[in-house]
């Protein structure tokens, strides 16, 4: 499986909130992570947010901070498709970043044909998007608690 994280769901790999584990397990059993290079900033902002606003200590930030930075060869990293992007954002009334990572995810499918694709997002307008893509997401259930199950669609 080749699951595609875009920020909100990548910080939940390196710092501790609500459905961080969840995330984590996904991030274990996937083959491959994706994410848009866009990412990379994303994330350092959000650490250094999290820093100023005493969410997290120095040696916290610098921890997370380098794990990212460690993992980030690591992981499959898509272009930015701005001419795309922009389609996205207008069609579905996504911000510029939302759609950059819609665009980068929906590449995937046809650059590793035969593979499973999973998109994972905790903001629930690009969720709905993606889906509307023709993507395959994860998204959180009640039904047998609050887990993370994929939600195929279109195989």
């Known amino acids: 499986m080749i699951l595609y994280l875009d920020t909100s769901s990548l910080l939940k790999v390196y710092v501790k909130e609500v459905h961080s584990d969840l995330v984590r ?3 274990k059993a996937a083959e491959a992570i994706a994410i848009s290079r866009v990412g990379y900033a994303e ?8 820093r100023a606003q005493g969410e997290l200590d120095d040696n916290e930030f610098e921890f997370v901070s380098e794990s990212l930075s460690a993992h980030w060869s690591d992981f499959v990293l898509l272009p930015v498709r701005e001419r795309k992007a922009g389609v996205l954002a207008v069609k579905h009334f996504l911000r510029g970043f939302d759609s950059i990572h819609l665009a980068a995810a929906s590449e995937l ?4 044909p035969g593979e499973p694709v ?22 959180l259930s009640s039904r047998d608690g ?3 199950e994929p939600m195929v669609q279109y195989g």
């Open 25 to 27: 397990e996904w991030f």
């Open 109 to 112: 499918p046809t650059a590793f």
């Open 118 to 139: 999973l998109f994972s997002s905790f903001d629930t307008r690009l969720l709905g998007a993606a889906r509307a893509e023709r993507l395959d997401t994860l998204h």
């Open 146 to 148: 609050l887990v993370m």
């Open 43 to 50: 994330a350092m902002s959000a650490f250094a947010r999290r």
